[in-house]
């Protein structure tokens, strides 16, 4: 039949009421009203079965929440997701809440309180929420707020969609961002109290050494001399943080630093802990390029962290192992990204009481610490000495159940059998010309001092334009070495020095510096006759150091 509206009506003639049939009579309202609840569910289920393959397609959980009855089912990602049997689990709202992350609940039930007091039908919130494993996972939720007749919540569905990545991504740029600033600053201070610590150290020598003193003033002199030395540690802490420290590299084989370790830390960790070595066994030795005496006080400092988190004893694992970490499987660092390649793994684990998430947080931070003694740098300097040696650093902890300590250093090729360490007779003494160019007028002074009564002939500059006259008025004169500054303004140490080296290729250099980066990055791109000595220094180590590059 077709309507007035132009459509068509399907139904069925019949006989009227009066006759004698048992067919009823024809109803086209009745047929239609039939036909259309037919229509309404079949749409319905089509639109449930559109969001079943929506959710399916972003692999989000979906949970419907009945808010008067308190009911709640999951009709998408319970398992795949969450890792729970939907037979298995409870079908109410205390499921949910019983599983989010105790720092998290308050938060989000007051959000979503919120949300249901006033008259929006949209809520968003991010939170952790426990997986099947134990593991918690971060979740970003987005719900429609259905509303009944009063404008009161009486349904919820959110889709909870994983962003436990997308969280350790940021994290880990915020503590990269977060540690490079407090790099930047602690490099900053330990360079001008480097220049201050010279001076100091300097004087300090010259004075004891040049006078016949006794009794309490040279007692006195003592004390600043030994004090300054122990700043200059704590000096030399905080550039190992900020990665600028001078580090003496060389090829070791980290089983043998390891072994050789082994009866200091039984020193160090007492008789109610037990120690454990799994040094790998594989055919091929694992080399490494560090500064091996700031790798072994960087585990020896680790293992008196594991002793600390035993009072009660335990179990201290060493562990070496060759690792390839080009694939996808490779740690989330905390400290940066990860280059691929093969690198050494040398691992610290105790069984010890762990660490909070909130501790967890601040481990590099400089003078971070949870102890009633210390500087709180051991971690810091760890972190810089790992960095700077183009290496990685990896820490897990649980409270109640220990710590692991991951340390993963780039593997070099095997060295020659000739390789070693020069290690040239060391004299005191000279009589050969230097140039001394220090913008710090204390530092210039001591120096050019302590050079004078080594013997040596000194000439002195502040800035390289005054080096450059003095060269040009010494023009006849051999300049055997130059002692310079590497960071200085308007003209750097390394550009003065290489000019120098054009005009008189034999003379040699040794920069003086609080700083690395700057200066040598990398290392081994050093020319032949160039030295470096780190600030602060003493006499002692300043004659060795320019009679080493004399000799050389």
């Known amino acids: 039949m077709r ?35 037919a229509l309404s569910e079949n749409n319905s289920l089509q639109s449930q079965e559109h969001l079943q393959i929506a959710a399916r397609a972003t692999n989000d959980a979906v949970r419907d929440w009945d808010v008067r009855s308190g009911a709640l089912v999951w009709p998408q990602g319970l398992a795949s997701l969450l890792g ?16 989010i992350h105790p720092e998290d609940l308050a938060r989000v039930m007051a959000s979503i309180g919120s949300a249901f007091a006033g008259s929006g039908e949209h809520w968003s919130g991010d939170y952790r929420f426990r997986h099947a494993d134990g593991n918690y996972l971060h979740f970003l939720e987005r719900a429609l707020i259905v509303r009944g007749g009063e404008g009161r919540a009486i349904r919820f569905v959110g889709s909870l969609m994983d ?19 407090f790099g930047q600053l602690a490099g900053g201070v330990a360079h001008d109290f480097s220049n201050f610590l010279t001076t100091i150290l300097g004087y300090s020598d010259l004075v004891l050494a040049e006078t016949d003193m006794k009794g309490t003033l040279a007692s006195h002199v003592a004390e600043i001399r030994s004090a300054a030395g122990r700043a200059s540690v704590l000096t030399g802490q905080l550039l190992a943080f900020s990665r600028r420290q001078a580090l003496e ?18 020193r160090l960790i007492g008789e109610n802990i037990h120690i454990i070595s799994h040094l790998h066994d594989q055919k091929e030795s694992a080399y490494i390029k560090v500064d091996s005496g700031q790798l072994t006080q960087l585990i020896l400092n680790l293992a008196v962290n594991a002793r600390d988190a035993m009072p009660n004893g335990g ?25 691929r390649g093969e690198y050494v793994l040398i691992s610290i684990a105790d069984t010890g009481i762990g660490m909070s998430d909130e501790v967890k947080a601040h481990l590099f931070e400089p003078f971070f610490t949870t102890k009633d003694h210390g500087s709180g740098l051991g971690l810091a300097t760890s972190y810089g ?45 000279g009589t050969e010309t230097i140039l001394v160019l220090e913008d710090d007028i204390s530092v210039r002074h001591i120096s050019v001092r302590i050079l004078r009564n080594l013997g040596y002939q000194v000439i002195e500059a502040a800035n390289g334009d005054d080096a450059q006259h003095l060269i040009g ?39 003086v510096s609080g700083y690395l980066e700057e200066m040598l990055q990398p290392r081994d791109k050093i020319d032949i006759g160039m030295f ?5 220094f003493d006499p002692e180590q300043l004659a060795a150091k320019v009679r080493e590059a004399l000799d050389s």
């Open 532 to 536: 470096f000595l780190p600030k602060p």
């Open 84 to 99: 729970y049997c939907r037979s298995s689990i409870p079908k109410q709202i205390g499921f949910w809440q019983e599983h």
């Open 473 to 511: 008025e010494n023009s006849g004169r051999q300049i055997h070495l130059l002692l310079t500054d590497m960071v200085m303004p308007q003209m750097s140490g390394r550009f003065f020095a290489d000019w120098l080296r054009k005009v008189s290729p034999r003379t040699k250099v040794v920069f």
């Open 315 to 339: 179990q201290l694992t060493l562990e070496t192992a060759i690792v390839d970490l080009s694939g996808e499987t490779e740690p989330a660092f905390l400290c940066g990204e990860c280059a």
């Open 3 to 37: 309507l007035a509206t132009g459509d068509h009506l399907t139904g069925r003639v019949a006989p009227s009421a009066g006759d004698d049939t048992s067919t009823p009579p024809f109803n086209p309202c009745k047929t239609n009203e039939t036909e259309s609840c």
């Open 385 to 429: 000495i790992v960095r700077q040696s183009a290496g990685h650093i990896c820490i897990e902890s649980e409270e109640g159940k220990g710590t692991t300590v991951r340390i993963y250093l780039p593997k070099v090729p095997a060295p020659p059998p000739s390789y070693q360490k020069p290690n040239g007779k060391k004299l005191p003494t």
């Open 249 to 266: 590299s060389r090829v070791v084989e980290v089983n043998s630093l390891i072994a050789n370790l082994e009866r200091s830390v039984l």
């Open 163 to 181: 962003i436990t990545a997308r969280k350790q991504l940021q994290d880990q740029l915020c503590r990269s961002q977060k540690m490079e600033a």
